[in-house]
């Protein structure tokens, strides 16, 4: 990751960070792993950590860099943020669903998902902003209803809804 782009998402976990950095990477097929970092044994009296611990895990999926952080146990991840994958076929979002939410990770409504670590997916057709926001309000709105009525979203009942 030689070239640092403009905004990075920094993800803070405990203990986890380098497990969640291999998942994400084994889940994307354009992701790596980049540098680690380790906590030095200067400010043990602030980070309280032992020295040699992964501090930073540098990855990389799908062109866009991210930190995995073992920050300790005062913050956790919410679905107040979430990253939305974009697929083109059901296969896709089968794939991500599956993949995703394996493990310990849980199935959510409209799409939405929990990683194992705690981390919100949305795992959506690429076209979804187009049928939300489209000028035909009754289009849009028939998507509306039938995303709120899914867990895993899915491309042929929502293209019908759309259709109408």
């Not at 697929?87 to 979002?93: K, R």
């Not at 990770?105 to 926001?133: M, N, R, V, Y």
Request: with cysteine.
């Amino acid at each position: 990751m030689a070239s640092l782009q403009k905004l990075t998402s920094c993800l803070w976990f405990d203990g986890q960070a380098e497990d969640a950095a291999k998942f994400y990477v084994s889940v994307f097929k354009n992701a790596k792993l980049g540098r680690i970092s380790h906590y030095p044994n200067e400010g043990q009296d602030v980070h309280r950590q032992p020295a040699g611990k992964v501090l930073v895990v540098e990855f990389e999926i799908e062109g866009q860099q991210f930190i995995a952080l073992n920050g300790g146990p005062q913050f956790k991840l919410s679905e107040a943020i979430s990253f939305v994958v974009n697929c083109e076929t059901q296969a896709e979002i089968d794939y991500f669903w599956d993949k995703l939410s394996a493990d310990g990770g849980e199935p959510g409504p409209c799409g939405w998902l929990k990683d194992k670590f705690g981390l919100s997916w949305q795992i959506a057709p690429s076209k979804i902003g187009d049928w939300i926001t489209d000028p035909d309000q009754r289009k849009s709105a028939r998507v509306f209803a039938a995303v709120m009525q899914m867990g895993k979203l899915d491309i042929a009942a929502l293209e019908r809804a759309y259709a109408g």
